[in-house]
């Protein structure tokens, strides 16, 4: 409670509050890049509609990131219309409207594509296909059957949203004052990039890709129009920019095995039609300032209350979307094996995974979730009783919630199959209070960055997992402050302006000089 007291005398409060992106980083912006108006492309909006009227910012540390790399740009943003309120509201307001953003805002452009187009384009082709595809998901001796479905996905979904965005770029870009800067978000949108370089040849064009890139042998997977029109959309950028070293090593791979251009490795770049095309790993980050002003709140202060009351000896946490990528069955057997073989930690330890359901419309995700509470009540019904359940399951969407756990838990498991960079870790390392030690797959993008101060894991590995928690757990005082030390300096150092100026210095050197590199 102190903490709650003293927060607005606090120095280090008043230090976060000096690393805010605001108005220095918007004049950094400016000043870098002085000829440039940018546009941020992703497919949703920066706000929502309610149902009951006014708006509601979408969760989840990437829209936080957008908002802000929008606001310190002073950018337009192209989103789609994604379901019947936001189709209701361009009806209403037209395609084109102010949108709040975090303190400002933006000239928000809504692309109407039908329901059907939309459905095709997101639900099935990027969703069931790409992600899997880009996550390793596939049970390649029986899935994916690249059927009619598919093609038509492609065909009537992704290629014609990706075209119905590329053209609204398109004629935003030709109203701005000056050189288009045009930054594209994610794997809904890879055809976009080439496109809008066709129209609009003297646009600087980047992309970032939030989720793993995978080898050029799994890419395969893919029927060749598709894969070869995916490289050629993103082959329209000037930067394509991704989480890890790793994922720029994979896609240079993919771009020299799959497509047979020429490569520099060292420069780490493409060319392609006289054109150079860099690809750059910049790992994603938050907002230091916000993150921990939140983890002071009130609220939050509330839901940490509430969890005391029960609160066993030892907390394990996880929170995630029960998406079969981030790996929640193969942590709860992990954990089945530390209660079987350290039976001195039944009834002082509790699993507490905080899960949000996701994509509960497609057949798979129902039936991992299915999965998700089937291995939990085994794992209760076998190891429970005298008032003690070994896991905690909870769902929803509670932000103060997620936040009171990441202050408390004493090992925070994130350990999914591969993850493209997963912000959860970061905010866990930033506001945890209780010298917490953090078990993290290998596979996740932000083990680059964390791996000397957390606990590796072989996602895969329920004894290694299971052993990294015992750790955890047991590990002494003077080794768990000395690493948590370390990797609170690591997100601090690495934060959200981190994440935008490196952005912003590469466009200045490697292509913002007129005529020395765009197309």
């Known amino acids: 409670m102190t903490a709650v007291v003293n927060r607005n005398q606090s120095p280090f409060m008043d230090s976060v509050e000096r690393r805010r992106p605001g108005g220095s980083m918007k004049a950094y912006v400016s000043r870098t890049l002085p000829h440039c108006s940018a546009i941020v492309v992703s497919n949703r909006a920066p706000h929502e509609p309610r149902p009951e009227g006014g708006f509601t910012r979408g969760a989840g540390g990437v829209v936080t990131a957008l908002l802000t790399l929008a606001e310190v740009a002073s950018a337009d943003w192209v989103a789609c219309a994604r379901n019947d309120a936001e189709r209701e509201l361009v009806s209403r307001q037209g395609a084109t409207w102010d949108s709040p953003l975090i303190r400002t805002q933006t000239r928000l452009h809504y692309v109407t594509p039908t329901r059907e187009q939309y459905d095709q384009y997101y639900s099935v082709f990027a969703n069931l296909v790409l992600w899997f ?91 060749r129009e598709m894969r070869s029109a995916i490289l050629t959309g993103l082959l329209g950028c000037d930067i394509v920019g991704f989480q890890s070293s790793l994922d720029v090593r994979n896609f240079l791979m993919t771009c020299e095995e799959n497509a047979g251009l020429q490569v520099d490795e060292r420069e780490k770049a493409v060319l392609i039609d006289g054109r150079v095309v860099y690809a750059r790993a910049y790992p994603i980050s938050i907002d230091v300032a916000s993150t921990t002003r939140l983890s002071f709140s009130h609220g939050v202060m509330v839901e940490e209350r509430k969890l005391r009351e029960w609160r066993p000896k030892q907390l394990i946490v996880r929170i995630d979307r029960t998406d079969p990528s981030k790996n929640i069955v193969r942590g709860f057997l992990a954990y089945e094996k530390l209660l079987a073989h350290h039976p001195e930690l039944r009834g002082n330890v509790q699993f507490w995974a905080f899960l949000q359901p996701s994509r509960q419309d497609v057949a798979v995700y129902r039936s991992y979730l299915r999965r998700v509470r089937q291995a939990a009540t085994r794992i209760n019904n076998q190891f429970g009783g005298q008032g003690w359940v070994p896991i905690r399951l909870e769902f929803g969407e509670n932000q103060r919630k997620a936040m009171a756990a990441l202050r408390n838990f004493d090992v925070l498991v994130v350990n999914p199959v591969y993850d493209g960079l997963n912000l959860v870790v970061k905010e866990g390392a930033l506001v945890n209070r209780s010298e917490g030690m953090i078990v993290l797959s290998e596979n996740a993008g932000a083990h680059e960055e964390l791996q ?25 005082g003077a080794e768990r402050r000395r690493r948590n030390e370390a990797v609170r300096e690591v997100v601090r150092t690495n934060d959200i302006a981190r994440w935008i100026t490196r952005q912003v210095q590469d466009i200045r050197e490697l292509v913002a000089v007129p005529g020395l590199r765009a197309g």
């Open 133 to 223: 595809v880009q996550h390793y998901l596939w049970d390649l001796a029986h899935q994916p059957i690249i059927n009619g479905r598919v093609h038509r996905a492609w065909k009537e979904g992704y290629v014609q949203v990706n075209r119905q965005v590329a053209e609204k770029v398109i004629e935003v870009g030709r109203q701005l004052p000056n050189r288009p800067l045009v930054m594209v978000h994610d794997y809904q949108l890879y055809l976009v990039p080439q496109i809008v370089r066709s129209q609009l040849p003297g646009a600087i064009i980047t992309h970032f890709i939030h989720i793993p890139w995978p080898t050029p042998q799994y890419w395969k997977v893919l029927p």
């Open 452 to 476: 000397p101060h957390v606990l590796s894991i072989n996602p895969f590995d329920i004894m290694a997992t299971a052993q990294a928690m015992y750790d955890g757990l047991m590990m002494s």
